[in-house]
């Protein structure tokens, strides 16, 4: 099956009268990308009725429509036909199969259509930079970095690509297979950790809290299977942070999540988690990322998930290893939420009772009572309120130990 994305630009010619009229100067200028003696063209392009590909550093004037091939990485433009006048301005992203447009594709039930409506306000310069900078990013073959050359421009478009890709648009064409595939090549296979880093970024950008977007990559890619196995490899610590950025996004819905626990995604994110010396940043996402998506998640898909982390959790604070009061906080916050949610899959160790009684003890004997609190008085306020509450109070037995009479009631047995 082809499946091929389609950019397309409208722009009503009324719109742009003043733009879109070139002076002789101007179309007799060219471009010899191979110098004099080479080929030349135009600088600007020179459209007709048909498709035409753009040829590089040529500019578009406004009025035009302009559309990316993500098959072959080119951009294409003509003139606005009657049929092309849908809107004064705007955008329409098209997926193309067959050669025929559809206007929806299948949900993660396989059968539930996304409905976007494209934001009229992107200007076409915006359009003009995501389609160059993208077409660059599908053009680069290569996963290794050349001698001498410390992949400046695969940097630079990446980076433009992860301001853009927040933009729900831009971030429908991102997760389109054929792109969303090329940019987890790089965030797992490039030998440069910048590269990847970027990558991962690009692709948490485009996810994130964007439904169209997962609706399109996560049902015909192993997104989140590769992005598993790219954290279990993953050396760099910053590549690390970024790939579970990528997963915190793509994680959600109910194919996300089956490809998280087929590929052992846990017990990845727990190795990590409890690495030496420990990472506490990471070990924050982490929280977030259980917070987030083990927490809220079916009972019997995650129920052992569930355990482990809680233990996980329990004994990380008990221990007093983790240095970052952010962490602290964070992991604190998913054990709760555990605790609360899922009690019979997350048993309360003698071992924490005793260190919260401890800590609450401490944070009651020392607050200042004042309304702003800093982020150590936060954490001992969340211990303090929870531990009754959520955890239990570890001398409530004694409430049912029995209780010796007193002296006259024995008097009154004889």
Known sequence: MRLQLLLIVCTALASYNACALQSESDTEKVICPHGPAGECYSKVFQPSGEWENVRLGQEITAGLHVRMNLETGEREAKLLSPDDAIENAGVQVVLVENGSPITSHDGE????????????????????????????????????????????????????????????????????????????????????????????????????????????????????????????????????????????????????????????????????????????????????????????????????????????????????????????????SSLRQLRSLHAAYCPVQDSFLAWIAAKADAWSSSTTGTAELDQEQEFGARIAEARHVIFGNRKAGRKQEPQPKPEHEHEHEL
């Open 109 to 332: 039930s396989g059968n539930v259509p996304y409905s976007h409506k494209p934001n009229p306000y992107l200007t076409q310069a915006e359009h003009v930079e995501f389609g160059d900078n993208l077409a660059y990013v599908l053009s680069h073959t290569k996963i290794k970095t050349e001698i001498g050359n410390h992949d400046g421009t695969l940097v630079a478009a990446l980076q433009n690509l992860e301001e853009l890709a927040h933009e729900i648009d831009f971030g429908l064409a991102l997760a389109e297979p054929a792109v969303a595939n090329k940019l987890m090549t790089l965030a797992e296979s490039h030998d440069n950790a910048l590269v990847r880093s970027l990558a991962a970024r690009v692709i948490g950008s485009a996810l994130r809290n964007n439904g169209p977007a997962l609706s399109v990559a996560m049902p015909v890619t192993n997104l989140v299977s590769r992005l598993v196995d790219a954290l279990s490899t993953e050396a760099d610590r910053g590549t690390r942070l970024r790939l579970m950025f990528a997963l915190s996004s793509a994680v959600h819905g109910r194919s996300g999540q089956t490809q998280f626990y087929n590929r052992h995604g846990g017990e990845v994110l727990r190795r990590h988690f409890d690495a030496d010396p420990a990472d506490q940043e990471f070990m924050a996402r982490c929280a977030t990322f259980v917070e987030d998506v083990v927490a809220t998640g079916s009972p019997t898909t995650a129920q052992a998930e569930l355990g482990r982390w809680c233990s996980a959790f329990q004994d990380k604070l008990s221990s007093d290893v983790i240095t970052s009061v952010d962490a602290r906080i964070k992991v604190f």
